[in-house]
């Protein structure tokens, strides 16, 4: 950084933190959420998925919607390339 | 009945034991009786910030193990004589712990005083989450920094999820404590500011601690910052922070920049 920067620039770096947390923790808030059946879940999930296609971490998704009588629990596994060849491949 | 508190944060090192002892040592100069339990299994450290570490004969392990009564484990403060602590064990052994036995010193403990504030460990392990397991109120001690807010936004969530509040269906009344505030960072912009962090956890604000060294000269003799200069800032702050506890609705201050105008802020830039 220049020495005029080191100066007179008012390099707040706080408007960059403020973004990158929302964007994050909106992320993590869906998969973690704090509660252990969905976050053992997803770990579980990831385990068998990733023993056939390449997939990660970020990639798979684990929501419940509790009601009553039912609760849903919906599982989404984001898949790079195609499908079919992967599956051969890993055959 | 007492009410429960669990001072917790995810992350390390962000100054829930010095809260502990803060917050606890303001609510019992109200008259108020108090019981500060650490927690921090193996890392006992709440006997030295509140000055009895040469106090200490049983701990919260003897009393969960049956191994020493309460009463003769609990440490009476010599300054604030409502003020008892209930130290942590040294053993290595995070295993020592159990709900039930938990649930039994915390009852107990319920039934004695009008809060019992518990100092949790960092992290979101089994000793975390046995610290928070019976809180009525969680005090999310977070610094205004990305990796901070982060953690305290996973243990929001697992206050949501693993205490008994929430598996009864009921919620545990979080209240955030922004700690290490430094406002002349905040003003440079170079420091998330208490809105930023506000907006991000959306969970409302018990107080604000601004960054100072009489924190540590405190910590050093042995006394609960918020009686060791009662005028000091963070005392002040601290003592806000228990009358809210305690109900009372105060304005929070946002700790402006201490003097130090902007041709010495050039020069420690320059250096
Ligand atoms: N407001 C403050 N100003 C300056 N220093 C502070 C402030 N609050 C805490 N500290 C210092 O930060 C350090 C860590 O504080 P403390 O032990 O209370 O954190 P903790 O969250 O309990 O840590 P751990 O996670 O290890 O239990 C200590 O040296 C303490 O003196
Ligand atoms: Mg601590």
Same mark, same amino acid.
């Given at each position: 950084?220049?020495?005029?920067? @080191?100066?007179?620039?008012?390099?707040?770096?706080?408007?960059?933190?403020?973004?990158?947390?929302?964007?994050?923790?909106?992320?993590?808030?869906?998969?973690?959420?704090?509660?252990?059946?969905?976050?053992?879940?997803?770990?579980?999930?990831?385990?068998?998925?990733?023993?056939?296609?390449?997939?990660?971490?970020?990639?798979?998704?684990? @929501?419940?919607?509790?009601?009553?009588?039912?609760?849903?629990?919906?599982?989404?596994?984001?898949? @790079?390339?195609?499908?079919?060849?992967?599956?051969?491949?890993?055959? | 009945?007492?009410?429960?508190?669990?001072?917790?944060?995810?992350?390390?090192?962000?100054?829930?034991?010095?809260?502990?002892?803060?917050?606890?040592?303001?609510?019992?100069?109200?008259?108020?009786?108090?019981?500060?339990?650490?927690?921090?299994?193996?890392?006992?450290?709440?006997?030295?910030?509140?000055?009895?570490?040469?106090?200490?004969?049983?701990?919260?392990?003897?009393?969960?193990? +049956?191994?020493?009564?309460?009463?003769?484990?609990?440490?009476?403060?010599?300054?604030?004589?409502?003020?008892?602590?209930?130290?942590?064990?040294?053993?290595?052994?995070?295993?020592?712990?159990?709900?039930? +036995?938990?649930?039994?010193?915390?009852?107990?403990?319920?039934?004695?005083?009008?809060?019992?504030?518990?100092?949790?460990?960092? +992290?979101?392990?089994?000793?975390?989450?046995?610290?928070?397991?019976?809180?009525?109120?969680? !005090?999310?001690?977070?610094?205004?920094?990305?990796?901070?807010?982060?953690?305290?936004?996973?243990?929001?969530?697992?206050?949501?999820?693993?205490?008994?509040?929430?598996?009864? +269906?009921?919620?545990?009344?979080?209240?955030?404590?922004?700690?290490?505030?430094?406002?002349?960072?905040?003003?440079?912009?170079?420091?998330?500011?208490?809105?930023?962090?506000?907006?991000?956890?959306?969970?409302?604000?018990?107080? !604000? !601690?601004?960054?100072?060294?009489?924190?540590?000269?405190?910590?050093?003799?042995?006394?609960?910052?918020?009686?060791?200069?009662?005028?000091?800032?963070?005392?002040?702050?601290?003592?806000?922070?228990?009358?809210?506890?305690?109900?009372?609705?105060?304005?929070?201050?946002?700790?402006?920049?201490?003097?130090?105008?902007?041709?010495?802020?050039?020069?420690?830039?320059?250096?």
């Amino acid at each position: 950084m220049s020495l005029w920067n @080191r100066f007179f620039s008012s390099s707040s770096s706080a408007p960059q933190a403020r973004e990158r947390l929302q964007i994050l923790l909106s992320h993590e808030r869906q998969v973690l959420g704090g509660d252990d059946l969905l976050s053992s879940l997803r770990e579980d999930i990831l385990a068998v998925v990733a023993k056939r296609v390449p997939c990660d971490r970020e990639a798979v998704k684990v @929501r419940l919607d509790k009601g009553s009588p039912l609760s849903i629990l919906e599982i989404e596994v984001e898949i @790079r390339g195609e499908v079919a060849s992967l599956g051969r491949a890993a055959a | 009945m007492a009410k429960i508190i669990t001072v917790t944060s995810g992350k390390g090192g962000v100054g829930k034991t010095t809260t502990t002892a803060a917050i606890g040592a303001a609510l019992a100069r109200t008259g108020d009786r108090v019981a500060v339990v650490d927690f921090d299994v193996g890392l006992r450290n709440l006997d030295l910030v509140m000055g009895a570490e040469r106090r200490v004969v049983f701990d919260l392990v003897n009393v969960v193990q +049956g191994d020493a009564r309460l009463s003769q484990a609990l440490i009476k403060d010599k300054r604030v004589d409502t003020l008892f602590l209930l130290p942590a064990s040294q053993t290595r052994d995070k295993d020592a712990l159990t709900e039930e +036995g938990v649930d039994k010193v915390i009852a107990e403990l319920s039934s004695q005083f009008d809060w019992v504030i518990c100092d949790s460990p960092a +992290g979101i392990e089994r000793g975390a989450t046995l610290a928070m397991r019976h809180a009525d109120i969680a !005090i999310v001690v977070t610094n205004p920094e990305v990796s901070s807010v982060r953690d305290s936004d996973r243990i929001v969530g697992i206050l949501d999820a693993k205490t008994l509040k929430a598996t009864r +269906g009921e919620t545990v009344d979080k209240r955030l404590l922004l700690t290490r505030y430094d406002a002349a960072r905040a003003a440079r912009g170079d420091m998330l500011n208490t809105a930023d962090v506000l907006e991000i956890l959306s969970i409302p604000l018990l107080g !604000i !601690i601004p960054e100072s060294p009489d924190v540590l000269k405190a910590s050093n003799f042995g006394v609960p910052v918020s009686i060791n200069d009662p005028a000091s800032a963070p005392a002040k702050a601290y003592i806000d922070a228990a009358r809210r506890l305690k109900g009372e609705e105060l304005p929070v201050q946002v700790p402006t920049a201490p003097r130090g105008g902007f041709l010495s802020k050039l020069l420690r830039r320059a250096a």
